[in-house]
């Protein structure tokens, strides 16, 4: 032994020889090597976080480095999988031992051991684990299970979220006791946050992209709807627009520029700009308080079309709304040519006023009232009857005699005009309304009145014609909100009862064209009445081809035609409509030899219509009622308080409608 030192300590001197030094050095070394080989495993492991995307091989990675950093035999993680029992661990990687190790056993429960784990509470780390107090406690193994891993050294650690969520926990385990000294605490506590964050960010990844799957589905529904949208309301007979919240028009459709002209009015335009000064200040006046309000506007507007005429338009703005906030992000517009009905009240206003005027004159002071005849017929007095003051305020409907005397005692009395319409009684019982308008003719020396003049007119017909003209307008209104409700309501029966996307767009743009078909039929009639024969050979007539043997697909037998009142045209258009589909499809006419009866005759007060089909394939009741059938049943009996049955007669289908005539008749 060769001693290279000495130090006094005491009285006791200590010795230090080349070999301990040597030892010294050796742990020294072997110590920074373990330091290194820990930093290197912990980089592979930061490595693989920073880069992986793939939930398994990050886990899978964390896993193996964790049993490298800890010496460990063999090392799992379990994710955290709580049912409602609070016991339910799944495996999710193993390092170390096949799967099929753990393929025989149950996965972990919540039993002491496995609490803090389960619940994130903290780190379990056991020299001997069959020897601790919290072992063997839980039925039926009390314990490992026969055939188990041998785990003696037993090191656990919860891996928990940024959100606080355990997400599962980090296990390790040797065979033999006392591996796991207290250093590795750290490291698996480090160990476990990695895991959290690579699964974190895995999650986050993977979210994102269902997130973006998602949004481009749902960009590619909406662009599909948008374009069936643009090409039914391109379709339609009236001028449809978009426009921003500014009210800047963003979308028009074909009909819109098939009659103002595409070069008329510039991109950007608002929908109000129209050459009428005074109409378009009217406009923006309305316009400010929609945006004001939210609410939706109506007024004619007159729009000039591409062979310069202006006509009037009764043009409506609704307020398109998200569905989830409930605020308006744009502007949906129509435009109704209305110029027909304008032209006809125009001329009623032109006749009035070209009318007779009677003309009067009241001494303020005597009361004497001088009328001349024409004036004295406005209510209804001939002229050699005498008419006083006291005669027209008697005249005067006792509803509006106060009022009529209030009037022209404040134009007595402030010099105002006098300006009033109100009901007359003629002597025979007739009501008759007046327009009576009257103004200073002289004043008295003392500065009042003396005498006033003015004339009367029957405005009877005006008021008839303002009342004519509310109720029309009114229909106007009634038939676009009718128009997209059915609309609405075929979109959304049909796509109750369509199996797909392509199965609903083919039906309902074949239901779409029925319902205008009908509409072209009263709109050629004023949208007073149509004819069933007509609505019956414009429903069939697609599909009367020649059949095998020749002769015609349909035999039509009536007793009489039946004119149809707009809502018993529209509901019996789109039965008839489904039944010839039906009939294509399935029924009698998806057959070369295939006809159909259509049997129509009047009984009483109803009119009975049959359908019967004859030479298809033989007929199955569905095993549940489609569209067609709901219409039939339910639509049209309940819309023409009828009687409708349909009977799937395995030699043909048929249906047997009895409506009422009170129900399709049109009022005169």
Known sequence: MHMVGARERGDETALVTFEDLSARLAMAENAVAEESRRADVLNRIAAAIGAGSDLSEVVQTVVDGGVELTGAQFGAFFYNLVGADGESYTLYTLSGAPR?????????????????????????RSDDITKDPRYGHNAPHHGMPTGHLPV?????????????????GLFFGHAQAGMFTPRLEPL???LSAQAAVAIDNVRLGEAARRDLLQRRRVEAALAESESRFRMIANTLPTLCWEADLEGRVTWRNQRWHDYVGVEAYLPGAFWYDVDDAQARADAQGHWRQAQATGEPLELVLPLRGRDGVARPFLTRVEPARDAVTNEIVRWMGVNLDIAAETAAHERLQFALQAGRLGSWELDVETRDYTA????????????????GFHDLVAAVHDEDRDRMRAAIEHAIATGADY?????????????????ARGRV??????????????????????????ERQRLLLNELNHRVKNTL?????????????????????????????????THNLLTDANWEAASLHAILVMELSPHAGGRQGGGGRFVLESDRDVRLNPKAAVALGMALHELATNAVKYGA???????????????GLDLVLEWIEQGGPTVVRPSRRGFGGRLLEQGLAGELAGRVVLTYDPAGLSCRMQLPMRALEPTE
């Not at 099929?100 to 379990?124: E, H, I, K, Y």
């Not at 928990?160 to 969520?165: D, I, Y």
């Not at 003719?441 to 014609?465: F, N, Q």
């Not at 029966?493 to 074949?510: C, K, P, V, W, Y």
């Open 152 to 168: 003696r050294s037993y090191l656990a650690a919860p891996v928990v979220s940024r959100s606080g969520e355990v997400l599962g």
């Open 485 to 517: 409700a059915t609309v609405q309501s075929i979109a959304s029966q049909t796509l109750r009862s369509a199996a797909d996307a392509g199965a609903f767009r083919d039906a309902f743009e074949s239901r779409l064209l029925a319902l205008s078909q």
């Open 419 to 435: 300006d009033i319409e109100y009901r007359a009684i003629h002597p025979n019982g007739d009501v008759r309304w007046v327009h």
């Open 441 to 466: 003719a002289e004043k008295a020396d003392h500065g009042g009145v003396r005498r006033m003049a003015g004339v009367s007119l029957d405005i009877t017909e005006r008021k008839r014609a303002e």
């Open 589 to 603: 006419l998806s057959t070369p030899s295939g006809r159909v009866l259509v049997r129509s005759r009047v009984t």
């Open 188 to 190: 698996l506590h480090g």
């Open 100 to 124: 099929s190790a753990f393929a025989d056993f149950s996965m972990p429960r919540n039993t002491a051991v496995f609490a803090p784990t389960f619940s994130g509470a903290g780190l379990v």
């Open 372 to 387: 001349s005849d024409l004036c004295k017929a406005n209510y209804g007095r001939r002229p050699d009857e005498t008419f």
